[in-house]
């Protein structure tokens, strides 16, 4: 999901060139959120694990599932695959209208549970692969688990970005996050790469890899309410 943001703008001074420019930038980030603000680098490090263990999962996993593990006819598989994309999308949508209309009534220290519900919503996913043997079934749940969870993180994205704009100094809100976006969007191909291997791995049982996933998002989730309860 795309989100605009609405940086303040201050011309400075420049000298050097680009390259200079932006290692110097980088550095003066890097050196806020280490000494200034470490929660926000913890923030930081929950967006990565998010990206690397759940929603690298779900970009994995979805079409993996539907159109190799259900046995579905190829149109149908393609075309349910198509309908699952778009409730990811509508979660999406779902989740940044709510952001809006919930804003006052999110507090930075309840985000913690944004997370847990979206690390919940995966093992009703592992389960249905176990305990139903319909594949309508387990598509309905695969589909309607991963809209939810889109709702929750889109939800917790928008409070982050907007945590950590309050948090930091007008002259720094685009270097920081700049440097933010580049880490977290690091993860996500990584995340990729691991979770085609382990579903490779665990042909046939799925259901594990599904498993894994939800167990280190629900640890991660844990962390994130521990650190934002405390700040």
Known sequence: MEIFIQIPFQKQGSDGGILKLAKADFAESIRFIRKEKPVIGKALLVVCGINLFLAAMIIVALPYLITEVLKLEASQANRLYGFAEGALAAGGL??????????????????????????????????????????????????????????????????????????????????????????????????????????????????????????????????????????
């Open 94 to 231: 779902a989740g940044g209208i709510c952001a809006g209309i919930f804003a006052n009534k999110m507090a930075i220290h309840k985000s913690g549970k944004l997370v847990i519900a979206c690390a919940v919503c995966v093992f009703p996913m592992s389960a249905a692969l176990i305990l139903f043997s319909s594949e309508m079934i387990n598509y309905a749940v695969i589909t309607v688990c991963c809209f939810i969870i889109m709702v929750f993180s889109t939800i917790f994205t928008v409070q982050m970005m907007s945590f950590i704009q309050v948090e930091t100094p007008q002259n720094l809100i685009g270097k920081v996050i700049a440097v933010i976006l580049i880490v977290s969007m690091c993860a996500q191909p990584l995340g990729n790469a691991f979770y085609g291997i382990l579903f490779e791995i665990c042909k046939g049982c799925e259901y594990v890899v599904i498993l894994f996933s939800g167990i280190v998002s629900l640890i991660i989730a844990i962390k994130t309410r521990n650190i934002f309860e405390r700040f």
